[in-house]
Structure formats: C-alpha cells, structure tokens
DNA sequence: CGTCATCTTGATTACGCTCAAGCTCCGTGG
DNA sequence: CCACGGAGCTTGAGCGTAATCAAGATGACG
C-alpha cells in the first residue's frame, strides 16, 4: 500500500476518549482489500462502521450503471449510519483498509446507551449536513467549481500541506456529477492557472489558496 | 388560497398520536404569508417545525443568486432539524400555511426526552435518507428523469388522482437543478407521451404509471 | 523493459442554458 | 361583463458547457 493514513480521529470529531474507548472494546476490527465491499446496496442496516486505517466511499448504482458516490471517509469517520432498515447505498474500501465493525444491538446492551445514541446522532447530523452541501454543488456548481470545492474540501479534511487523494478520477467524477475527461481537465486547468500543483495524479499541493476558496464559492 | 391541504399527517409518520399530542400541547402555532421566511439562512438553529396546513420548502443561495432547494415539506412533516448550531438552509412558506412551532429545550423539559429524541433522529433519519436520493437525482439523472422523478414522487407523498403542485416553475428547477425553460419543455414532453396529464399548469394527473416509473428510473 | 490500467488531451456532438417572444391565467377596474 | 395588465408559464432559436468518442501519455508493476 503506497498511501498511508494515520490512525487517529481528527480533532473536529466527537468520538473522542470516552466512546471512542468503548467503540474500541466492543467493535472488531476487520480488514478490507482496495474495492471491496464493506456492505451492500440492501443489505441490512443494523452495523455500524468506523474506519481505522485507509478510506471508504458510499456510492449507489442505479440498473444501467450510472453510478453516485455519497461520501469519502477517512480515519475516524463513522459511517453506515444510512437509515432506515436497508442500506441505500454501498460502502467499498478505497484502498486496503482496516474498519472498526460494531453492532448496533450489541453496544446498547453495553450500556453506552445514552452516551451511543448521542454519538449515532451527532454522526447523523453531520452526515446530513456533508449530504445538503453536497446537493448544493451537484445541482448548481458548474464542473470547475465542483472540481475546486472537492481538491479544497479534501485538503481541509486531511490538513497537511501537500495531500494524497486515495481516490481515481471515476471516483471523483462519480461524487462530482461528472466524467473523468472532465475532471481532468478541470484539474490541468487548474494546474494551469497555478491554484494547485500535482506531483503525480494522486497527490497535489494548493498555491493559491484565495483562489481556490473563490472557485469553491 | 385555492389550494388546501388536509391537515392529518399522513400515516408513514411516526409522529402519531402520543407524540404527535405532546407536540401539539408544547407547540404554538403559527400563520405564515406565502413565501414569507420561516427561518433563515445562517439563523440559530434551536426550534423545530412542523407544517399543520400548507407547505414549505427549504432553500440555500449563493452569493451570485444561485438557489438549491433542499426539500418540500407537507402537513405533519417535521423540518427545521438541520444539523449544527445555525441553519445552513432557509425555510419559507410556498403558500399561506400554518406552522407549528416548537422549542427544542422546552420540550425536553416537558419529559418527553426519550420520546422527542426518537421522534426528532426518525425526523432526521427520514430527512438523510430523502436528501441522499435527492443526490442521485442531481447528479446522475436526465433533464426528463429528474422531472419524472419528481412528479412521480409528488403523486406518492400526496395520494390523490389528480395532485396539486404548490409550488412554481422556479422552485421545480432549483430543486431538480435545472432551469424553468428546461421543466417546462419536460412537463410538455411528458403531456406529449401521454403520461402525465394537466389541467392548468398547477395540477395534473397521471396517466401513465408504469412509464413514468420507468422514466423516474 | 514491456504491459496494462489509469489518466490526459483532442475533436466532435448533444443536452440543457440563455435570450427572446408569445401565451395563459387571474385579479382589477372600467 | 369584458377589457386591461401583469406575473407566471410555454415555446422557439441559437449557443455553450460538459459528454462522448478516440488517440496518446503516464505511471505502476511484474
């Protein structure tokens, strides 16, 4: 694996010390190979997923192929919180990975009940908040805006000055609403117009972070 | 007002009866003008709403006017939970409605807390699950497969022959991401195929179940 | 070093947007 | 009761952004 992720939760996160602890006991940690599904469109619902190591997206399908992604997430995150009895979306592993497997039913017999319930409902929120941000650049962001909100969003999440992205172009394109030619050249243009710099395909730098913040609008 | 909405929630709702009273005991209710502001952008974030009569919808603008509706809300459907401590979608009504409004911390005074935290994360869980399908309709659908999609899911919310719609073109294309030319010339197209039928531009009936569903994919 | 997947770039097409005109529906006032 | 006016909706013509189709370039890995 030539990406690395490091292991702990950002500071943004509530699943700090004291759950997280508990998560920690009463979750297993299960590895996951790069494309391999952590749960599927339908399946039932009643796990919830932390991811150790590596990264994760949600994406949908529908029947001929046309595909969404709903999220990336990263060390930290709390995902498979999709409501309702049946998974609406897929989660698939990025890279290899390592996730944190926990049973809904298992923790509130734990006892954590309230301390749980606050944890789901918080990742919930924030799930909902990430999903109405999103409605908004798919449905009025034009290709360069959507492309520059993606590189800024991801350089936020992950704060260091140069990122690696563990996704592909599909990926990218498949979250963004888009096509992989136009991603790309979205990111040329970019490049062109020295707002971010790539070393390689899958890692950039930002050079002007006015601009990009500007484009991200 | 020439259109009118029954005023029972409809029966997928959770909040029945029990919850449903307490609601209305702590709740004061509240008459809003058409398109007048419920709630705004950027405002705190500490009631919760729900429609008596009439409907809603949610919105968010850009700085250059771009507008993205989250979602339209009817009689008995609880809205203003979005996450955070401010609202990042504003809220406003689509004709003269009434509004019952409610404290969050008042309510939890009132005892109810367990039952209020069910109600308010199945609210919430309903909302994810409504805005993650939103997602795929912006970001993989058709012109004519968003509008289908729409008039489809209108007809199931709102069971009735012949549907009311109360809301305008504009508010249509913001919330499928298009212009109010490009959901015109698709109703027209659908009329065309014999599939949806109007009479006057606020109200149709379907005449095609199966090829709409098809088309809403 | 060769092979294959992934990514980029180019040429062309098409879907949906823009701009513009006309139509429909209502409310208002003569 | 009908004429007028205006907002909202529909339709048309032309354009532009992003999709599609098609080569190349790059890079990872055996």
Redesign the pocket.
């Known amino acids: 694996m ?1 990406i690395s992720y490091a292991i702990e939760p950002r500071s943004s996160h509530v699943a700090a010390s004291a759950t997280g602890d508990l998560l920690d006991r009463m979750g297993v940690r299960m590895a996951f190979a790069k494309d391999e599904e952590v749960y599927g469109q339908d399946e039932d619902a009643d796990l919830i997923y932390r991811v150790v190591s590596g990264a994760v997206r949600t994406s949908r399908v529908m029947s001929d192929g046309r595909r969404q992604i709903g999220d990336f997430y990263y060390p930290g995150d709390l995902f498979g919180l999709e409501p309702g009895p049946e998974h609406r979306f897929s989660a698939e592993a990025l890279c290899d990975c390592v996730i944190l497997v926990l049973k809904r039913t298992a923790l509130k017999a734990a006892g954590g009940e309230a301390e749980l319930a606050n944890l789901i409902m918080d990742a919930t929120m924030r799930e909902l908040q990430r999903t109405q941000e999103h409605l908004l650049l798919l449905g009025r ?6 492309v520059a909100t993606f590189l800024s969003e991801l350089a936020d999440r992950r704060d260091a000055d140069t990122v690696d ?1 563990p ?5 990218m ?1 498949d979250y963004l ?13 970019l ?1 062109g117009a020295s707002i971010v710099e ?1 070393q ?3 890692q950039f730098r930002i050079r002007n972070h006015d601009a990009l913040a500007r484009l991200a609008a």
């Open positions: 030539s962001k034009t290709a360069c805006e959507k992205m996704m592909c172009r599909q990926d394109a609403g888009l096509t992989i030619e136009t991603v790309s050249r979205m990111l040329s243009q490049q790539f390689g395909c899958r």
